[in-house]
């Protein structure tokens, strides 16, 4: 927690001085020093960048059954926790981000959602994990408009970037659906795409599909803790 709110005053502060600079900058005071100050500045800020996983929800960690927003209806796919832990262990921040447009078609409400991710947390504070932070898109094209954080695109990822000062190609984007994959790669981080939930379904499209880039680009992991593995041990981009 302390370590969090360090970065994030960090971040905030360092933000503030390229805002200061920016304006001395505009004002064509001492300009040259002032572009030199800038370079230093963004190579300290890149140095003190964290990488971070950024997890699909449903069919990913958990088994997908449609709809879930019931704890009751909530299971862990095997080694999930297991998965997580590894992930905050190695430095990793880790996010959910989770398309949830049951809320657009009035199925469930946000406080729905809340509740259940504040049971995730729980479950796995209870072995000495955690997620970062949950962000969700509550909107579906149809019932609410278009909306910027709906995957594939990378809405959440973006707010995720800006506030916690995150490289993102040293980040990962896992999931089991192509929107999952499409948003790894538009945000610049690496995609693996998991056989839990719909994997096997997207990786039989993108093979018939004959997207060459997308066939050479995602990486295939038989789950979340397989997927782990392979970022811990082997090194991913
Ligand atoms: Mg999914
Ligand atoms: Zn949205």
Not at 207 to 217: L, P, Y
């Amino acid at each position: 927690m302390r370590a969090k709110n360090n970065n994030q005053a960090y971040t905030s502060s360092i933000n503030e001085l390229f805002a200061l600079l920016h304006i001395y900058t505009k004002q064509r005071i001492n300009i040259q020093k002032c572009n030199t100050l800038l370079l230093h500045f963004y190579y300290i800020r890149r140095c003190f960048m964290r990488k971070a996983v950024f997890l699909d929800r449903d069919g990913t960690i958990n088994v997908e059954k449609n709809y879930i927003y019931d704890v009751e209806d909530w299971e862990w796919i095997p080694d999930s926790i297991k998965a997580i832990k590894i992930l905050n262990q190695k430095g990793f921040l880790v996010f959910v981000i989770t398309n949830q447009s049951g809320v657009a078609r009035g199925l469930y409400s946000e406080s729905h959602v809340i509740t259940l991710h504040e049971f995730i947390n729980r479950e796995l504070e209870r072995q000495g994990a955690k997620i970062d932070e949950f962000y969700y898109c509550p909107h579906h094209p149809d019932f609410t408009g278009e909306c910027d954080c709906r995957k594939p695109k990378t809405g959440m990822v973006m707010n995720a970037q800006e506030k916690y000062n995150l490289n993102l190609k040293k980040s990962y984007v896992i999931g089991d659906k192509l929107c999952d994959i499409k948003t790894g790669i538009s945000a610049g981080a690496t995609p693996i795409l998991v056989r839990t939930g719909y994997g096997e379904n997207t990786l039989l499209h993108i093979k018939k599909s004959k997207d060459m880039f997308m066939s050479q680009t995602v990486v295939v992991a038989k789950s979340l803790y397989e997927a782990t593995k392979t970022i811990v041990n082997g090194g991913l981009g």
